[in-house]
């Protein structure tokens, strides 16, 4: 089979000599081509080049949950077709690995490059389902590029932690569990919106719901993970379904504790719960708008503010290799 392996040299949690020892496992069951990044949105100009050239069957992404993210949108630049589209394959490398733990993968990435050979020997793969986000129509928005997700987005607070944890980790901070809780205080203490919420969800043939503070869109579970522990927004997401909303429409210092009690607690059967919550399972459309730009995440990547940012699930969009 001839691959493509896309490493990120600055991915948290391998080093120089670990990536070696990856490539040359791989490359004794591939044909290898080993591409490592060098800029932002590289791993998905490399992705997007191998899909156009016709001749690569796996790409793999060697490092975290955003070098994920850019691959897939290299592979999709054109459109899902998983059935001719180079299968994705992932060892895990950055902080988190949501989507690789999510798939089953071990977080080691030599034990993951183990059961990769493993599935790649036994020919194990799955279809799996992403979600895209999009410009909305008639808005300020409109022009924004699509973008796919392969475990989650967030309008609102939630984003606005993530942007938090990138200005600390760009002033030369390692992304830590520690470093992200922190951010989630801050954040808590400066939001302007999150006593009296701006979104409003939008879905066709549904009356709209105003007065959301925060949106997390999950197309996974768990939402994520702190340490070993998974956290679960909305534990009906799957791989084989559509898209989930956890919604909060208010968040003072006593429900905001509640909730992050609840979201630390929560299990496979049980999210965050309560009369300022909404939980929604498997939404294949629907529109966040908000009355103020409010930051934006995809993958636990900050993307700015957004005021709208419309949703689609799509149920068959890739093939994974597991």
Not at 196 to 205: D, F, N, W, Y
Request: aromatic share 4%; net charge neutral; hydrophobic share 40%.
């Amino acid at each position: 089979m001839r691959a493509l392996l896309v490493v990120n040299p600055a991915a948290t949690t391998t080093s120089a000599r670990v990536r070696d020892v990856i490539s040359t496992a791989l490359a004794s069951d591939l044909k290898l081509e080993v591409a490592t990044t060098e800029y932002r949105g590289h791993a998905r100009d490399l992705a997007r080049r191998a899909v156009e050239g016709g001749e690569t069957e796996l790409v793999v992404s060697l490092g975290g949950d955003g070098t994920v993210n850019e691959i897939v949108n290299g592979l999709l630049h054109h459109g899902p077709d998983p059935d001719r589209l180079p299968q994705l394959a992932v060892v895990p490398g950055g902080s988190t690995n949501v989507f690789a733990r999510a798939l089953g993968l071990p977080n080691d990435a030599v034990e993951a490059t183990g059961a990769l050979l493993d599935a790649l020997r036994a020919g194990s793969s799955r279809t799996v389902g992403l979600g895209l986000v999009s410009g909305t129509p008639g808005t300020e928005d409109e022009g924004v590029p699509d973008r796919w997700f392969t475990f989650c987005a967030g309008l609102g607070f939630d984003a606005g932690v993530v942007g938090r944890v990138e200005q600390q980790r760009e002033l030369g901070k390692r992304s830590t569990h520690a470093l992200y809780l922190r951010q989630v205080a801050r954040q808590f203490v400066a939001d302007p919106n999150r006593r009296h919420g701006s979104i409003t969800l939008e879905r066709p043939g549904q009356e709209p719901v105003p007065g959301l503070t925060t949106a997390i869109v999950c197309n996974t579970a768990p939402w994520t993970y702190l340490g070993n522990r998974p956290v679960y927004a909305s534990p009906e997401a799957s791989f084989d379904t559509a898209l989930d909303l956890l919604g909060v429409s208010k968040m003072s210092t006593l429900s905001g504790t509640r909730y992050a009690a609840q979201l630390l607690r929560s299990t496979p059967e049980r999210g965050p719960r309560g009369k300022h919550t909404l939980a929604l399972h498997d939404l294949t459309e629907f529109t966040l708008q908000s009355q103020a730009a409010l930051p934006f995440q995809v993958d636990g990547d900050h993307l700015g503010l957004r005021m709208s940012a419309s949703f689609t699930g799509v149920r068959r969009a890739l093939r994974v290799i597991v």
